[in-house]
Every structure is written in structure tokens, then in C-alpha cells.
């Protein structure tokens, strides 16, 4: 008979270690990845709410956490940039400050959170259904991730995808 909960603590070790190598691998502060879920229901329609919520979250030493302050949050707050991470599958903001560069609406939780560089990406299943988001944070110094770094975390976003649909 199989234990659920041994294959989900499993299954969450092996997400959370993989969160780890993105951060140690791309040299950031903060790696995490959110996941959507249904929320609750409307009054009086008893239409699903859709939310979502931080699952997974590494920090380098001295860095705040955030994870808690990602929890059921409704996908209406975030609707531009979740909108335009649907579509285009990436997000990408070298520097907050520059106000040439598109922000998606995330400028003031960037700034917040002590943000000066985030590279967030659609986490989709093998179907291209939209399950979640990886995001990759400097918060120490701006930074510019190349063509070639950022190929490699679309296909680790890939790769989330599929893990993820297991757990």
C-alpha cells in the first residue's frame, strides 16, 4: 500500500532542492515558486476563487523571507503581470529603477521587498496548462542574467512543470 505522505514529503524534499541549485546556480538571493489554487467560492455564484500561493522559497544568508506574505493571494491583485506570464512565459526585469523597463504592475512589491533585479517565469505542464511561476531575485545588486541563463531557467521552469504535476 502506498503512503501518501511519505511520497508527498518525498516529492516536496526533492522541489525544495531543486529551488536550492536554481539559487546556487544563478548566484541569487531569493529563489521561489508559486502555485495556483482554488481559493474558495463566491457568494452567491459558487464560482471557484482563483488564488495563489508561495510554495517553495530559498533566501541566501541576511536575506528576508517572503513566503509567508505569499499565501492565498487572490490572482486579481496580479493580474497584469499573470497575464502577461500566460503569454509571453517570462518576465524580465534587470533593474527596477529604470523606468524604461516594463515592471508589470510589480515595481512597488520589488521595492517592498528590497527587489533590484527579478527574472520570473510561467511554470506549465507538458500540456501548457499554467501552473505556477519560478521567480529569481537579486536583492543585494541589480543584475543582468544572459540570453543563455535565462534559456537555461525557462527549461528549469519546464522541468518544475512536470515535477510539480507529480506531487
Not at 495556483?36 to 536575506?63: A, C, D, L, R, W
Not at 492565498?72 to 509571453?88: A, D, G, M
Not at 520589488?110 to 499554467?130: P, Q
Not at 537579486?138 to 544572459?146: A, E, G, P, Q, R
Request: net charge negative.
Amino acid at each position: 500500500k502506498n503512503d501518501a505522505l511519505k511520497e508527498a514529503l518525498a516529492k516536496n524534499a526533492l522541489l525544495s532542492s531543486k529551488v536550492e541549485e536554481i539559487k546556487e546556480q544563478t548566484k541569487a538571493d531569493r529563489v521561489w515558486v508559486m502555485q495556483f489554487h482554488n481559493g474558495g467560492t463566491f457568494y452567491p455564484t459558487g464560482k471557484s476563487i482563483q488564488k495563489f500561493s508561495m510554495f517553495y522559497e530559498t533566501v541566501s544568508p541576511s536575506i528576508d523571507s517572503i513566503q509567508s506574505s505569499f499565501q492565498n493571494i487572490p490572482v486579481s491583485l496580479f493580474s497584469k503581470s499573470i497575464n502577461h506570464l500566460l503569454e509571453e512565459d517570462t518576465i524580465i526585469v534587470p533593474d527596477f529603477k529604470d523606468e524604461k523597463i516594463a515592471t508589470y504592475g510589480l515595481k512597488h512589491v520589488a521595492d517592498e521587498n528590497g527587489c533590484k533585479s527579478a527574472y520570473l517565469f510561467a511554470v506549465k505542464t507538458i500540456e501548457g496548462k499554467f501552473i505556477g511561476t519560478l521567480g529569481v531575485e537579486y536583492t543585494k545588486k541589480k543584475t543582468v542574467l544572459s540570453q543563455d541563463e535565462i534559456n537555461h531557467l525557462l527549461v528549469e521552469a519546464t522541468m518544475l512543470g512536470g515535477e510539480l504535476m507529480k506531487v
